[in-house]
């Protein structure tokens, strides 16, 4: 009976609450309601590579200092503190930064022993620094009104093409020849072997493209959809409230990709790597 | 009724963009060499943070604290053999000490029974001794008697010799008598 009533007593509570929230919002609503309703969803604007200084629609030089300047410089800043700053104290007993930062060591750290091998150790500070500039690019897109490196396929091209020159260029000098060996499958039946190393010749020169295009089309796609969600809530007045949970349920999707895209950047890079070290199938 | 005409506009507006989002800033081309140069300064840069600093710190810091650890883990089990050693120490010690007192209490019985014996030999020596006195005085007393006797029944053989009428021989009552006795 108590039960009963207890339940009973909380939940009026949870229903004056909730209206209470609806009514702000749709007052807000109609409130705020735009004097224009002609609605001008541009979700792509937020892509555009403008130069910082002057009226912002000088043209791009090769060293123009642009917004996407800013930020990958805002990325190296942010690695610092992490990374830098965060391990100055060098304690045994580590302070909450230095075990973020020994976090982020120890995970592609074993991520690199465990998926290229113990001799790809030796590439460990490289495949470091991609992890790093993609997670916090990614990070720091998620901030409103910010700009996403990682978001332009040119940037993850280069990334990825990186990753790509240094992988073959590796595997001839590592293997010479025998690299080759990597598209010719010994465990197939004779007459297969040549169709299959068509097959795989393909699918590794289509390695750089995906691996750019999936990372920057993550990235691209969620920040579009959350620009025309937002678009669509300020054309809705009254019932924006419905694009608003909208966007906060992708953002949280965001926030998931942001590491993920970073972390499947990485792993695929210490797959190849490991192509590159030991080609045999 | 004004947000059916917002949405309507919401759908216009959305193929509008859709018709823009064709020119994507990402292919942009007149970029591309600009933003391939800021990427290839800030992963040089990031590179070298990480390289001369970051890592070698991060490593330091870890490899001491696995060294740490181990030689913590090192004294612990030293401390924990000590402790063993320590305690075999006093369970010696225990034994001994036992033992030891075992040693003491059997000396002290054994002395106390060489004393108890050589107490009861001399009381017996000294119970012989007396009673071999004793004896002497019995014999003494005895032979004392023997002879008073003799006295006796020379004296009451020459009397009642006498008195019959015989002249008693003195030397002949004594032998009669002597063979008497011997008999």
Redesign the interface.
């Known amino acids: 009976m108590a039960e009963q009533g207890a339940k009973q007593g909380a939940s009026p509570i949870i229903k004056i609450a909730f209206f209470a929230v609806l009514a702000v919002v749709l007052l807000s609503g109609v409130l705020f309601?735009p004097a224009h309703?002609?609605?001008?969803?541009?979700?792509?604007d937020q892509?555009?590579?403008k130069p910082l200084f002057g009226d912002g629609h000088g043209k791009?030089?090769?060293?123009?200092v642009?917004n996407?300047?800013l930020w990958?410089?805002l990325?190296?800043i942010g690695?610092?503190l992490l990374?830098?700053v965060g391990?100055r104290g060098?304690?045994?007993v580590?302070t909450r930064g230095?075990s973020v930062?020994?976090m982020a060591?120890?995970f592609v750290y074993k991520m690199v022993e465990d998926v290229a091998g113990k001799d790809a150790v030796k590439f460990?500070?490289?495949i470091?620094?991609?992890f790093?500039?993609i997670l916090f690019a990614n990070f720091l897109g998620l901030i409103p009104t910010s700009f996403t490196?990682t978001?332009?396929?040119?940037?993850t091209a280069?990334?990825a093409m990186?990753v790509f020159v240094f992988v073959t260029v590796l595997g001839f000098v590592k293997n010479g020849v025998g690299f080759l060996g990597l598209f010719w499958v010994s465990s197939a039946p004779l007459a297969l072997r040549p169709i299959l190393a068509v097959i795989e010749l393909i699918s590794y020169f289509v390695r750089p493209v995906s691996h750019s295009i999936r990372l920057?089309g993550n990235v691209?796609a969620g920040h579009a959809v959350i620009k025309?969600f937002a678009?669509?809530a300020a054309?809705?007045?009254?019932?924006s409230f419905l694009p608003i949970l909208a966007i906060s349920a992708v953002y949280a999707l965001e926030v998931l990709v942001a590491f993920i895209q970073a972390y499947v950047f990485t792993i695929l890079t210490c797959v190849y790597l490991k192509d590159a070290l030991h080609p045999s199938h | 009724m004004a947000s059916n005409t917002h949405s309507t506009d919401a759908a216009h507006g959305d193929a509008h963009g859709a018709a823009e989002a064709a020119g994507m800033p990402q292919l942009d081309f007149s970029t591309f060499g600009n933003q391939i140069f800021w990427l290839v300064v800030t992963l040089v840069v990031i590179y070298f943070v990480l390289t001369k600093i970051a890592l070698p710190r991060i490593e330091a810091v870890l490899s001491e604290r696995q060294g740490t650890i181990t030689n913590d883990l090192t004294a612990a089990e030293e401390l924990k053999q000590k402790a063993v050693e320590a305690e075999e120490a006093y369970n010696k010690a225990l034994a001994d000490a036992r033992a030891e007192a075992n040693k003491i209490v059997a000396e002290a019985r054994a002395d106390i029974q060489a004393d108890l014996d050589a107490a009861a030999a001399k009381a017996d020596a000294e119970i012989a001794a007396k009673a071999a006195e004793s004896e002497a005085a019995i014999n003494e007393i005895r032979a004392g008697a023997i002879d008073s006797i003799k006295a006796v029944s020379k004296d009451a053989a020459k009397e009642i010799l006498g008195s019959m009428g015989y002249k008693a021989d003195a030397k002949s009552v004594t032998a009669a008598v002597t063979a008497r006795m011997k008999g």
């Open positions: 309601s309703p002609g609605l001008a969803i541009h979700p792509m892509f555009e590579i791009l030089g090769l060293f123009t642009t996407m300047t990958m410089v990325a190296i690695i610092v990374l830098v391990s060098r304690a045994i580590p230095q930062a020994e060591y120890g460990f500070p490289g470091m620094t991609l790093m500039f490196s978001s332009h396929i040119a940037v280069v990334l990186i920057a691209m025309v678009g669509f054309a809705l007045g009254v019932f």
